[in-house]
């Protein structure tokens, strides 16, 4: 077939060398790393991620907000195809998430280049800033919204670190004039492949190494609020409480049974909890929570909320409790380009590496660049569906196989 | 008949001018108090109290641990007849919880010195230093733990403050020997009768100013924590999840429908939840919580417990989850004495005010003094049945009808 290339040849061991030696910058123990963004190991990080692309022959540039890009010009110029992932981590997180999509896209086009020359068409492998909101809980995406333009002035101070700096003050630090952000913004990406962990278990229980993710799942954030009156736990019969407890454990179990009983990929999840006065002895008069509700298909996922929302409003009127909510995070589902995933599913198959599809029920950068051109994700099998933790593990033998699929993807757009 | 005395006159005037004199140790704002024991305030109010009881004529004494007495020797001398309750507060509470109790007793004795001279038996009125736990979260009852005979000496070390500092140390500075504790014990009660608002809506809901309490109810604080996998809220299934979260919340629900169900005076109440790691983007990985259930009734107190813990045990195993708990607290339940009720039912139908019976929901230093004398309780309306806030509020004329019954009852008990 005219679509296939030959067998691409990805060496293990130096897949395994750039893992461990990206993972030297911000080592915590053994297998963790702590590296959040602008702070001094993601400064080492980013440097050492240029190197590699200088010494393979790209063209490096560290871009407004401290992306790091490196460039190999195809002969026929034009808009760029551009792969990569995070270079920040959770404190402490492990060797793989983000980082793994950094340097697969760096392998990738060095092979490529070692292999086949020059390209018809620019490749582009990226090192995105920041992605976890590990140190900035709303930098959101801070360095692939720089890129597709989604940042704004009033973000540079608004941004504030758990520490209590701001975005701007921390990219001073790092040697970045953060009012150049804008300079960051590229609108010459015709394709964006992003390779990524899968953080869950679905490729492990499938027994496979690889996945084509045809969807970013929509994901809800609700901060709700749910009060009732504080009062002495021995001295107020149950049948006159107001107790929000009792209103937020019926809710709490509502939602989860509600994506439970839709079946996949709906989930729902109530992670956070505060409890005021959180006394052993007195009833709550407020309990604070979250629900987070996630579904990549767009009708089902406004089902999904309208479910949850409906039942927050029953069991609260029902129990003559008040509720209210914020929804503070929404983004909408993101689906795959239907061309990029037909380059996928052929790479799959030149280089023999077994695939499934599915949508990921985690947020991405290349929800960002969505905004800018069209986008697809590979992902690596994750041991116990771990991430976010030391723990986090993908074995070489999967890390080769999905740099192999986006290699091969990355030829069928840009040598052909 | 026999047994009714004539109206026993307490002046309104004068329970509202205590009222407010002890409520201006330690006050906050319009309505509050917060006034801890060993704590600069609380000296004051003690001072007070004993300033109170000398200008009435009563031998004061100040106790190795700052409990305050104050004696009207009976002709016939022999035990002793006690009422009283504590002088500390919560942070802020309010002008009545335990303040109003050693008023009482001090304004009762006072009136029937001045009404019906010098009694056959020995009256006391008595503040205790401690009840609330408010400065100690583990003091348990320090005043009448004192005088029962309860404090180890390695409490002198092991009771610390939220703040740090050993109750030793507190006691030091506020003029005490702490090595002097065992001098507190009393042997030589005959009875006890602790008059207390009743921090609940049940007297209100009545349209009675005063109740006769008939005991104390039992009270259990289980500690529980219940443990699964902690891991991405987007990427893991539904049905895969061991959600620590989805168990807490049927847990707590069920409870909370268990003690609704059997009516009361069955209480649960689930005060205080701490999340393992708290955020709204990751399951739970564990969900620590209370579980504080109370029944007055020995054999009702034993089934309850019972529900709960197979509850508890069910829904973990039935989700795959891990739980464990601790048995933080656990009192029996204290009964009144028959006795006491009886003279308590009398001295109501003398002084004309209507009463019910019920059980006190919440912990009294009643129970304490019950290991070396027989109790009983008075219980005052609250307004809204509130408590433990500087909102708490009782009639004077409602305080005035509580301390006729009370006064009733010692004048049954030392004058006949």
């Not at 077939?1 to 080592?27: H, N, Q, W, Y």
């Not at 069209?374 to 740099?403: L, Y």
């Amino acid at each position: 077939m005219k679509d296939l290339v030959e067998t691409i040849s990805i060496d293990p061991d130096f897949v395994e060398r750039c893992v461990l030696e990206l993972a030297s910058f911000g080592a915590v123990e053994e297998t963790g790393v702590s590296r959040t963004v602008y702070s001094p190991e993601w400064i080492g990080a980013t440097r050492c991620f240029g190197q590699w692309c200088a010494d393979a022959g790209l063209a490096v540039r560290h871009d407004a907000v401290g992306n790091v890009w490196g460039r190999l010009e195809g002969s026929q110029g034009g808009k760029a195809i551009v792969s990569g992932s995070h270079i920040d981590s959770q404190t402490p997180g492990g060797r793989y998430d983000g980082a793994l999509g950094a340097i697969s896209a760096f392998i990738a086009i060095k092979a490529l280049k070692e292999q086949f020359g020059t390209p018809l068409r620019t490749l582009e492998a990226v090192a995105f800033c920041e992605e976890e909101s590990s140190r900035f809980p709303n930098a959101n995406f801070w360095g692939s919204r720089a890129i597709s333009g989604r940042i704004r002035d009033e973000d540079l101070t608004e941004v504030r670190a758990f520490s209590g700096e701001s975005i701007e003050e921390a990219m001073r630090e790092a040697g970045l004039d953060p009012l150049r952000f804008r300079e960051a913004r590229r609108d010459d990406i015709a394709a964006f492949i992003e390779l990524h962990i899968e953080q869950g278990p679905i490729l492990e229980q499938a027994g496979l190494p690889v996945a084509i993710v045809d969807a970013i799942t929509g994901i809800r954030h609700y901060h709700a609020s749910v009060r009732g009156a504080a009062n002495h736990a021995g001295a107020f019969p149950m049948e006159i409480r107001r107790d929000p407890m009792a209103g937020f454990a019926e809710i709490a179990s509502g939602v989860i049974d509600t994506a439970h009983r839709l079946g996949r990929p709906a989930v729902t999840t109530v992670g956070r909890v505060l409890v005021s006065p959180n006394f052993p002895g007195i009833i709550p008069g407020q309990v604070d929570f979250t629900v987070d509700a996630r579904h990549p298909d767009p009708v089902a996922r406004r089902r999904l909320y309208a479910m949850h929302e409906g039942l927050m409003l029953e069991v609260a009127a029902r129990r003559g409790l008040d509720i209210d909510w914020n929804v503070m995070i929404d983004h909408e589902p993101t689906l795959s380009d239907p061309q990029l995933l037909g380059h996928l599913a052929k790479a799959a198959a030149s280089q023999k590496v077994p695939v499934m599809t599915m949508a990921s029920g985690a947020a991405h950068d290349a929800q960002q660049m969505a905004a800018i051109t069209k986008v697809a994700m590979i992902f690596v099998r994750s041991r116990d569906g771990r991430s976010h933790t030391p723990e986090e593990f993908s074995s070489v033998e999967d890390m080769v196989s999905g740099i192999k699929v986006l290699a091969a993807a990355l030829h069928g757009l840009a040598y052909r």
